[in-house]
């Protein structure tokens, strides 16, 4: 599923092709697409028409354009989502779900074959720049507010496996599958390493390694591993090919050799060497 670095790429392209376009029409072509928006498609449609997105900001997997009127579109890609920018009379996409149509003749077109992502109207939170149903998602290691020696510390306070708290929404967002196995690789910890036990040298290091490896993702466009994640203009990102870790079971580890693992981790997969990542003896 589309993680930071993928959901940024998108960011920046809404933020290039919408920012100061207004919305002329809405079509909602499958409702499960707007389940989150609770007063039903009909609303989602009047809260948008004749507004004009003033922005676009993230935090973690979430995004959202800030409308003229004060109220915010909150979009979450889930496992399959896209948010494409096309001329008005293209073709529709075989996966359609909300179409939006722009003053300067393109649209903005949510696409999502699996229909986990959604898409609905928010209010501001707390923090007026935040939608209130994100509010209680944590800071993530690209946000300019993001404390390392408070991660650091709230890391060593857990007492669960290294990998389940980097996708703690709630300690640390943006992270993914992808992203913690490639930089759980660079840092040599298995998956299954207990927080408790992790020295403050060894946490940083790790977030450094997190950070690392967003970055890098984020220059060459994302990851696009399963074919389903594209930017705004229907491209891939290429990150797949600097991979460690991920996705190459039975390749050989680009450090010592030995054929990279598969194991079955929270009704997902996790990718690591047996020998620069030692598994410990016992999880937790």
Same mark, same amino acid.
């Given at each position: 599923?589309?993680?930071l ?9 809404l ?13 909602v072509?499958h409702?499960?697409?707007v389940?989150?928006?609770l007063?039903?498609?009909?609303d ?8 004009? +997105?003033t922005?676009?900001?993230?935090r ?38 909300v179409?939006l149509a ?12 699996r ?5 609905m ?9 935040? +939608? ?15 404390? +390392? ?13 290294v ?6 929404q709630?300690?640390?967002?943006g992270?993914g599958?992808?992203?913690?196995d490639?930089?759980?690789?660079r840092s040599?910890l ?6 408790r036990?992790?020295?403050n040298?060894q946490?940083?290091?790790?977030l450094?390694?997190?950070?690392d490896?967003?970055?890098e ?13 594209v ?10 090919r ?27 997969s996790s990718?690591?060497c047996?020998s ?9």
């Open positions: 599923m589309p993680e670095p993928e959901v940024e790429v998108v960011r920046r392209g933020s290039e092709h919408a920012v100061g376009r207004r919305i002329e029409a809405v079509q072509l409702a499960r697409s389940r989150r928006h007063l039903g498609p009909a989602f449609v009047d809260r948008l028409v004749g507004r004009a +997105p922005a676009v900001h993230r973690g997997k979430y995004m959202w354009l800030v409308l003229d009127g004060g109220e915010m579109l909150l979009t979450h890609l889930g496992m399959s989502g896209q948010m494409l920018v096309q001329p008005q009379g293209k073709p529709d996409e075989r996966h359609l779900r179409r722009l003053s300067d003749g393109n649209e903005l077109r949510f696409v999502d074959q229909t986990f992502g959604h898409l109207v928010d209010e501001p939170g707390e923090r007026a720049e935040v +939608p209130a149903s994100v509010d209680h998602i944590a800071l993530d290691p690209l946000d300019a507010e993001f404390v +390392p020696e408070a991660f650091v510390r709230a890391l060593r306070a857990r007492r669960t496996e990998k389940r708290a980097l996708l703690d709630s300690l640390i967002s992270v599958n992808i992203y913690a490639e930089a759980l690789w040599r298995h998956w299954a390493r207990s927080t036990g992790l020295t040298a946490a940083l290091e790790l450094g390694h997190v950070s490896v967003m970055n993702a984020l220059e060459v466009g994302g990851t696009t591993f399963d074919g389903l994640y930017n705004v203009n229907g491209e891939s990102g290429y990150f797949e600097g991979l460690n870790a991920y996705g190459r079971r039975d390749e050989p580890c680009g450090r010592c050799g030995t054929a990279i693992v598969r194991e079955a981790f929270m009704n997902r990718f690591s047996p620069c990542q030692r598994p410990p003896r016992s999880s937790g």
